[in-house]
């Protein structure tokens, strides 16, 4: 913002209205291996960790809970809250089995 501002000049004010941190999970996390390794029990090949620059309620749950975030589909990355969302019928199927296996790993049920 500092950058910004001193670029923008005195002639323009620039107020912050809302300010969400970045969430960040370490990929080496004990969940975010667990949410790594159903993925690949499902859909047979491991996901590579990756970041996304949208907003999710993580902003707020991951500070408030400290608890490690990974985000898990169904759905195309950017296009959720959208006026026209959508899922594809088997996306959501999929997802519901990552989910399932992810629960069945941490609770260590069979």
């Given at each position: 913002m500092a950058r910004?501002?001193?670029?923008?000049?005195?002639?323009?004010?620039?107020?912050?209205?809302?300010?969400?941190?970045?969430?960040v999970t370490d990929p080496t996390d004990p969940f975010a291996e667990t949410c790594?390794?159903?993925?690949?029990a499902v859909r047979g090949v491991r996901p590579k960790p990756g970041g996304v620059s949208y907003f999710s309620d993580s902003a707020a749950f991951v500070p408030a809970l400290?608890?490690?975030?990974?985000?898990?589909?169904?759905?195309q990355i950017g296009t959720s809250g959208?006026?026209?969302?959508?899922v594809a019928l088997d996306d959501l199927a999929t997802a519901a089995e990552i989910f399932a296996e992810i629960a069945v790993r941490m609770l260590g049920a069979d």
């Open positions: 910004l501002r001193a670029i923008a000049g005195e002639a323009i004010v620039i107020d912050v209205m809302d300010e969400k941190p970045p969430v790594l390794d159903a993925v690949q400290n608890i490690p975030r990974v985000i898990i589909g169904p759905g959208q006026r026209d969302e959508w």
